[in-house]
């Protein structure tokens, strides 16, 4: 039984709460999602380019890149290409100094947030 709620002396309290596991066949298929520290950026904190490394890429794979400024809005948006080590590199020279969250997509792999750091020194 999944979300049943019963009131005791006029307050919600959860009795029986089972979780629900829903699958979808697409989920199922794709490959696993890489954790954020196997992403690797250098250097971080970067100024003009920015290198990124995410293992087991083949070459010539479709990346989609978004970076979000602290306040949660797309500050940079693009697809690139990897090499064939699953590398690519960002032009970051616009963006001003300040933290950012770089989320990393590919066509078969959910959104991985890394923190980047851009210092123009």
Not at 22 to 51: F, H, M, Q, Y
Not at 75 to 95: N, P, Y
Request: glycine share 4%; charged share 25%; with cysteine.
């Amino acid at each position: 039984m999944c979300g049943y709620i019963s009131q005791l002396n006029e307050q919600k309290h959860f009795d029986d709460f089972d979780l629900c596991a829903i699958t979808d066949e697409r989920s199922a298929k794709a490959s696993p999602k890489p954790r954020a520290e196997e992403v690797t950026l250098w250097p971080n904190p970067g100024s003009d380019k920015v290198s990124v490394q995410v293992p087991g890429l083949e070459a010539e794979s479709r990346v989609h890149i978004r970076i979000l400024d602290v306040s949660g809005r797309a500050v940079l948006e693009q697809i690139a290409a990897t090499a064939a080590d699953g590398m690519f590199a960002l032009d970051v020279s616009r963006l001003a100094p300040g933290i950012y969250l770089c989320h990393i997509a590919t066509d078969n792999r959910a959104l991985i947030p890394v923190k980047l750091v851009i210092s123009h020194q």
